[in-house]
């Protein structure tokens, strides 16, 4: 398992004192120049709507707060805001590219895409699995890359079959359920798991265990919103429809 030592190569840097966090902002010209490109190629080539536009880039912020604002620094610290960090890309960023890229992934892979899914979440969230993903460069981008393009993979198979509510609505709750599970584990743990962040919390005012419970509860409330939000909005879209076929049916 990875030491604090080992964070020294991290990607976002060693973990930053308290006072130096609010200039700890990630300038990696590497990762600024890729998502330039991205956004450039996207509003160059896309024959996408305006709202779908607004969703790419709102996705395209919600990274540049994942990777470039100082919740970057603030993850090698902290746990919690490795969580908080995932959470804001498979839970707000991944539906909005869905929404905005094309639909590459066929609504009938939604079970292979949600079986995917979470499995990385549960691989890359493993003690050993997370204490070699932080180690270095390489490591980290794979986690990270995979755990965006799964949850993106996710959302687009759901959203290619919103007109199958009942199926895409369970596959949602049973996302949730899952991600319940693996915070409740997180969160009611006897002992700190995670190596990386057993010397880097207490400068923030928590000791290992208080930022891993706190971990826990974030992936278990406001990681879950994004969920729940697609739940009702499909229930009540769903519900609508059978009341128009009802009153058509009727009228018929």
Request: charged share 10%.
């Amino acid at each position: 398992m990875a030491g604090p030592e080992a964070l020294d190569l991290a990607y976002c840097g060693p973990p930053p004192a308290p006072g130096q966090l609010v200039t700890s902002w990630n300038l990696d010209p590497v990762l600024l120049g890729v998502l330039g490109a991205a956004t450039a190629l996207y509003l160059w080539r896309s024959q996408g709507t305006g709202g779908q536009r607004t969703a790419f880039l709102s996705a395209q912020a919600v990274l540049i707060i994942a990777f470039v604002s100082p919740l970057c620094a603030l993850s090698v610290a902290l746990f919690s805001a490795r969580i908080a960090h995932h959470m804001l890309m498979v839970a707000v960023a991944a539906p909005l590219l869905a929404y905005a890229l094309p639909r590459t992934l066929p609504g009938r892979w939604l079970t292979a895409a949600a079986l995917g899914h979470m499995v990385l979440l549960w691989l890359w969230h493993a003690p050993l699995a997370y204490g070699w993903a932080v180690e270095g460069v390489a490591s980290y981008w794979l986690m990270e890359v995979t755990l965006l393009a799964s949850a993106v993979a996710f959302w687009s198979a759901a959203l290619a079959r919103r007109a199958e509510a009942p199926s895409v609505i369970l596959a949602l709750i049973l996302t949730m359920a899952q991600m319940g599970l693996l915070a409740a584990l997180i969160t009611f743990a006897q002992q700190p798991l995670f190596g990386p962040h057993l010397a880097t919390t207490q400068a923030f005012g928590l000791t290992p265990l208080e930022d891993q419970q706190l971990a826990g509860l974030i992936m278990w409330a406001p990681g879950a919103l994004p969920y729940f939000a697609a739940v009702v909005w499909l229930a009540a879209r769903w519900l609508k429809g059978l009341e128009n076929d009802e009153a058509m049916a009727w009228r018929g």
